[in-house]
């Protein structure tokens, strides 16, 4: 799995976990082992909002964004990862 960050001034957190093709953002669980090969969600689809961009998968591999939340005056580390 390919996750990609967003980041985004934002004051609440993110908690995910990831389990083979399956992510627990925040309690809730998101499994996309059913995505076939070339497959696309569309972005808005997947009802999460820390979700940001299609999930895809491309060559068995997933490929997902999820915003990343930092405060006021992040690292450059966090600014741009």
């Known amino acids: 799995m390919i996750i990609d960050l967003s980041p985004q001034r934002r004051d609440d957190l993110l ?41 895809e998968r491309t060559a068995g591999e997933l490929h997902l964004t999820l915003i990343l939340p930092h405060g006021p005056g992040p690292s450059q580390a966090v600014a741009f990862p």
């Open 15 to 55: 908690e995910v976990t990831k389990a083979g093709d399956a992510l627990t953002i925040n309690g809730m669980a998101f499994d996309f082992s059913a995505l076939p090969d070339g497959a696309t969600i569309p972005a808005g689809e997947v009802p999460c909002e820390w979700l940001v961009g299609p999930v």
